[in-house]
């Protein structure tokens, strides 16, 4: 049975990291409408590089330089505030959700960076050791080495990883390929961003909390296996954005419809309850804000399925687009691979280019 306990702090000297960050995990990340509003507004004139196979256009998980015809470099950034009070949870969580975006893009990891900002003269010293001793395990269990990185003083404490890897670009996997008939297969169940907003509250139980640090350090690896099928034609990874916002970035990408079946989603343990009792993100609201616009719901659509499809997820799943022949395959993939809750969620449709939920 699931009880409510207190997460300790750190040590008796250590606050909270999560009181210490008026947000945590993806939740912190800029709203995407505002984003979109932002990149708008930059005067800087485009720039063609023609070996610069992935930039900024649709809004893919990394950016892809060609160096010949079999190699390409795959390189991302992704940092944020805490999400969990424990530090070297916090660290796991941290790399492995920017790591994720090299798998999501079908590469190899080659090595990191840490991106490190800390309030020096809040949190003792190995609290902050801890946070970089969490980092660099997942740096290992990826096998790659944590080569180096940046620190500032800062006034919230930050923490994440540049990711650099290798694909080739014959394999390289992008989120806006899919084709209409593929059928979308997610990684990871949903409501990261639920369980954490328990978490800051008091609310969340032993058993919501492993589920919680279970789901945000597994790394993403069938992402570079999938990249050698043919039949998968899209990738990405869910995290800030939610389902929602993740699907219809690749629905804009491919120029059609993509359609969720919500009574197929997998979800953490606890997750349903909290949202049928409202908890949810500040993000949430504002993911909703952003695009749904863009979003159909099925009649009589509760507020609880409207947290769940929009929740910001930190290190979520991979979701895949993929030829309906192949997704027996892509769900063994996952499954031998320890992702016991990967399921198909939903499929690709001609259509505006807009996500219907069913």
Known sequence: MDTTTAIAPPSPAAPRLTSLSHG?????????????????????????????????????????????????????????????DDPFDFGRIAATNALSDLYAMGAQPLMALAIVGMPINVLPHEVIGRILEGGEAVCRAAGIPLAGGHSIDSVEPIYGLVGIGIVDPDRLKRNASARAGDVLILGKPLGVGILSAALKKGELGAEGYAALIASTTQLNRPGTDLAQR??????????????????????????????????????????????????????????????????????GATPALRALLTDPQTSGGLLVACAPEAAAQVLELFTRQGFADAAQVGHMQAGPARVEVV
């Open 230 to 299: 043919d039949d998968v034609h899209a990738l990405t990874d869910v995290t800030g954005f939610g389902l929602l916002g993740h699907a219809l970035e690749m629905a804009r990408g491919a120029g059609l419809t993509a359609r969720i079946d919500s009574r197929r989603l997998r979800l953490l343990p606890g997750v349903q309850a909290l949202a049928d009792q409202g908890v949810a993100t500040g993000a949430s609201g504002r993911n909703w804000a952003s695009y749904g616009g863009d979003v159909v719901l099925p009649p």
């Open 24 to 84: 945590g995990g993806c939740g912190c990340k800029i709203a995407p409408g505002v984003l979109a509003d932002l990149l708008r507004r930059s005067k800087l004139p485009p720039q063609f590089f023609p070996d610069l196979l992935v930039g900024t256009e649709t809004a893919d998980d990394a950016a892809v330089y060609r160096i010949n015809a079999r190699q390409a470099v795959v390189a991302t950034t992704d940092f944020f505030m805490p999400i969990v």
